[in-house]
């Protein structure tokens, strides 16, 4: 079955240290999406990226990082620039309408919950 | 920046119809309306999506009225496992997903 795959599932960060989290997808959709969700929150958008080795910020860039080099692959890294990382991180895909917006169907992965130790 | 207001919880009985409403005064003209349904621990899951008058799938239907300042997601006959978060989204009409906000969603609790 196509789809998308978050790991770890749960991911423990020390003070001062980057974690890498994984999303990989099958589909063969070209744009990718990284959102954080706080408790009780809705979705906000961190990175996406419309194609592979282009990828934009969105509204809360600051602290992280991503890197698109393959069309499958688009892993959040979480920078110890981020002073309050704790959340549940959410990876997403779509097929990219003809223009370039965003209106297309987003497919979900089943999130990676980060923690501070 | 397109925003979206809805509701923050509803209550339902098993087998009633759920109506949950949500307005976007600012829409935009290029705009689509997408509604998603999220369980605890999980990513959102695509239920319906829109640009006006009426749409109808397999699990529900979306209500856009002509001035698509709002829209309605109907559910029929919920069930227990209907309970969830349901989210609406709307481009905020730039062609770019910067400023995409899924908003604080409507929990839904569906009893028996």
């Known amino acids: 079955d196509g789809g998308i795959t978050q790991s770890p599932k749960y991911l423990f960060r020390k003070e001062g240290q980057n974690v890498t989290l994984s999303c990989e997808q099958n589909?063969?959709?070209?744009?990718m999406y990284w959102y954080r969700q706080d408790p009780g929150q809705g979705l906000r958008l961190i990175y996406y990226?419309?194609?592979?080795?282009?990828?934009q910020k969105g509204d809360i860039a600051e602290g992280y990082s991503v890197s698109r080099e393959k069309k499958e692959s688009f892993p959040l890294t979480v920078t110890s620039a981020q002073k309050n990382p704790t959340a549940f991180y959410l990876c997403?895909?779509?097929?990219?309408?003809?223009?370039?917006?965003?209106?297309?169907?987003?497919?979900f992965g089943d999130g990676t919950r980060l923690s501070i130790l | 920046l397109a925003k979206t207001t809805q509701p923050i919880s509803m209550d339902s009985y098993e087998g009633q119809e759920v109506n949950i409403t949500c307005s976007h005064n600012?829409?935009?003209?290029?705009?689509?309306i997408t509604w998603y349904q999220q369980f605890p621990s999980q990513g959102p899951r695509f239920i319906i999506q829109?640009?006006?008058t009426k749409v109808t799938n397999e699990v529900a239907s979306l209500f856009i009225p002509a001035d698509r300042k709002s829209s309605t997601l109907s559910l029929p006959r919920v069930s227990l496992s209907d309970t969830a978060v349901y989210y609406c989204?709307?481009?905020?009409?730039?062609?770019?997903?910067?400023?995409?906000?899924f908003g604080s969603g409507t929990q839904l609790t569906v009893l028996p």
């Open positions: 589909l063969n959709h070209d744009a």
């Open positions: 989204l709307v481009g905020d009409g730039s062609g770019s997903a910067r400023q995409l906000t």
């Open positions: 600012n829409i935009a003209t290029n705009d689509y």
């Open positions: 829109g640009y006006k």
């Open positions: 990226s419309q194609i592979v080795n282009d990828f």
């Open positions: 997403a895909s779509s097929i990219p309408s003809s223009s370039g917006e965003i209106n297309q169907p987003q497919h």
